[in-house]
């Protein structure tokens, strides 16, 4: 089992900056993603990163501007969001999965996070 919970939401102008933080414990994992979901949207993909080797994966509209991270001895993964826009508004969840596969793709995670609201003001 592996337990994660996120930190770090809040509200934020337009041009903002947050960090997020998803704390983890339990197993191994082998990759730890973002997602996020707006009211009435599905839920999409953010970011991902490798556990072991930190290779890192993100979604067009966030490439730039999002970076996420790793500290190993912290158990932690976390998701600098930079340059914010009204359209990143959404509840985010940390999600983790161990087995390798398509990072994109919320299904094949094994483990989720209670989620995060982010919310950013025009």
Not at 1 to 17: D, I, P
Not at 29 to 38: P, S, T
Not at 59 to 75: E, H, L, P, W
């Amino acid at each position: 089992q592996v337990q994660l919970v996120e930190s770090g939401g809040g509200l934020v102008q337009a041009g903002g900056s947050l960090r997020l933080s998803c704390a983890a414990s339990g197993r191994t994992v082998y990759a730890v993603g973002w997602f996020r979901q707006a009211p009435g949207k599905e839920r999409e993909f953010v970011a991902a990163i490798g556990w072991s080797g930190g290779s890192t994966y993100y979604a067009d509209s966030v490439k730039g501007r999002f970076t996420i991270s790793r500290d190993k001895d912290k158990n932690t993964v976390y998701l600098q969001m930079n340059s914010l826009k009204p359209e990143d508004t959404a509840v985010y969840y940390c999600a983790a999965r161990y087995t390798t596969g398509n990072y994109y793709r919320a299904l094949e995670y094994n483990y989720w996070g209670q989620g995060t609201q982010v919310t950013v003001s025009s």
